[in-house]
């Protein structure tokens, strides 16, 4: 008879059984949450680094497009200097009896009014003479072609401009070619 009597308890086993299952569903849901949380997380930092990453594109666009602008015409400005240092040195080459002259004198003053011009329209353009004589050479400006002996400069100082050097807003156009001194032998 009690073979045919059925243990109606669980036993240890089972118990232990049915505890898992009823935990493994929010064991489970609970892996899924914390795996999704780190993705969530990981998309998140990604945002993050495209949002930075184009916040630097569009500020490196922006200055290059600034350059642009300040700096389009270099090329133009580097050709035209030849112009203008022509026009100099045909000034420079008219003697003193020419420009009082009556027949030269219109023609000298419409070459100094061009040359005035000219400096005008550099300086609308950002474009100015790098300062040479008596300064200091620099070689970030002045180029030296050759030393001369001078006793009352300091060696290094700049005591000839052969050919005026440029700026460009605050880029070098041109470099001024100059003279410096040196030490009397």
């Known amino acids: 008879m009690s073979e045919n009597i059925e243990n109606t308890e669980p036993t ?14 929010e064991v489970a849901e609970h892996d899924r949450v914390a795996e999704l949380e780190a993705q969530l997380a990981e998309a998140r930092q990604a945002h993050l680094y495209v949002q930075a990453d184009m916040q630097n594109l569009r500020r490196r666009t ?3 497009v600034a350059d ?16 203008a240092d022509n026009l100099g040195r045909a000034l420079q080459a008219i003697p003193a009896e020419l420009r009082d002259d009556e027949k030269m004198k219109g023609l000298v ?6 040359g005035r011009e000219l400096e005008a329209v550099f300086g609308r353009h950002g474009i100015s003479k790098v300062a040479s004589l008596g300064e200091a050479l620099d070689p970030n ?3 030296a072609m050759m030393e001369m002996p001078v006793a009352d400069k300091e060696p ?5 401009e052969i ?5 460009i807003k605050d880029r070098l156009l041109r470099p001024a070619l100059v003279a410096v001194a040196k030490k009397p032998d």
């Open 68 to 83: 642009a602008r300040a700096y389009a015409a270099t090329s133009f400005a580097r050709d035209i200097l030849s112009v």
């Open 109 to 114: 003053v419409g070459l100094e009014a061009t």
């Open 62 to 64: 922006e200055k290059e």
């Open 12 to 25: 240890q086993g089972e118990t232990l059984r049915e505890e898992t299952a009823e935990a493994a569903p």
């Open 156 to 160: 290094g100082t700049v005591v000839q």
């Open 141 to 143: 400006k002045h180029q």
């Open 163 to 167: 050919q005026s050097g440029y700026m």
